[in-house]
């Protein structure tokens, strides 16, 4: 099964590629742009604290961990499946998902694999680079810290598909929500700064309701050694938010009603 899973990925990812070679300058052009767009923040980011000014208990080095550890999470997740967003909007408003309905595959598999996104790996270069940026600037980390950042990444990702879940399910039914990258971009902000800075309210929303902050600042606080109060709960809301967004994408398809409903 997995290797069926592994060579439908490699097919996706090869006719990208050709797809994209065809206009090879637009491409590494848009890449390029992406890399720079993404790395706009984290620069804002070092001319606050260059003035003088800085997030409370936070230094600029601990801030940049954070923000690496966001962008990473992020360039993971949009070349792989938040393009589903996209697609499945494209798709209903032209009438072409019914195609998927009659495969004999998985829908939300050939809808993930479908969406594959090779422009947006500009994200993960951008996230990369950030990253080893702030991991290099680190004391050494023994493999405990690893482990533990990587268990939190893997659901800081799992955040990351349960929005796209929501916010593409949405779609089946109101295609006219156009809008929902804005929406998404909004929220997930709220992961890119030390979820310190917040009122105690807003951080038990963000840690345990909708667990924003799993994207970026739980992760990185572990590589930091800074302990993050009711850890645990904000794993388990990780874990029911994925859960709860494949019950919905489920519900929604079937209520959609195709391009003749």
Not at 22 to 33: H, K, L, T, V
Not at 61 to 88: D, N
Not at 106 to 135: A, C
Request: with cysteine; aromatic share 16%; proline share 3%.
């Amino acid at each position: 099964m997995m290797k069926s899973v592994f060579r439908c990925y490699i097919t996706v990812m090869k006719t990208r590629l050709s797809e994209k070679m065809a206009y090879r300058g637009d491409f590494f052009i848009s890449m390029i742009m992406m890399l720079i767009g993404d790395m706009i923040l984290p620069l804002v980011t070092y001319l606050v604290y260059r003035t003088g000014a800085s997030f409370p208990g936070w230094t600029l080095e601990e801030v940049i961990v954070i923000q690496g550890v966001f962008l990473l999470a992020k360039g993971i997740a949009f070349p792989f499946f938040f393009g589903m967003i996209s697609m499945t909007l494209q798709q209903v408003r032209e009438g072409t998902y019914d195609f998927l309905l009659l495969k004999p595959r998985s829908t939300l598999f050939l809808t993930l694999i479908l969406s594959f996104e090779l422009n947006d790996f500009g994200r993960l270069l951008s996230g990369g680079v950030l990253f080893g940026i702030s991991i290099s600037i680190l004391p050494k980390l023994g493999m405990t810290e690893w482990l533990h950042f990587l268990l939190l990444f893997i659901c800081a990702v799992m955040v990351l598909f349960a929005f796209s879940l929501f916010f593409s399910g949405i779609l089946f039914k109101w295609v006219g929500s156009s809008r929902v990258f804005d929406i998404f971009d909004s929220i997930s902000m709220f992961g890119f700064y030390p979820g310190t800075i917040y009122s105690s309210k807003l951080q038990h929303v963000l840690l345990y309701i909708i667990p924003i902050l799993m994207i970026g600042f739980i992760p990185a606080a572990t590589l930091l050694n800074r302990p993050i109060d009711g850890l645990i709960y904000s794993v388990i809301s990780s874990l029911l938010l994925l859960t709860a967004g494949l019950f919905f994408w489920h519900m929604m398809l079937k209520k959609y009603t195709s391009a003749g409903g």
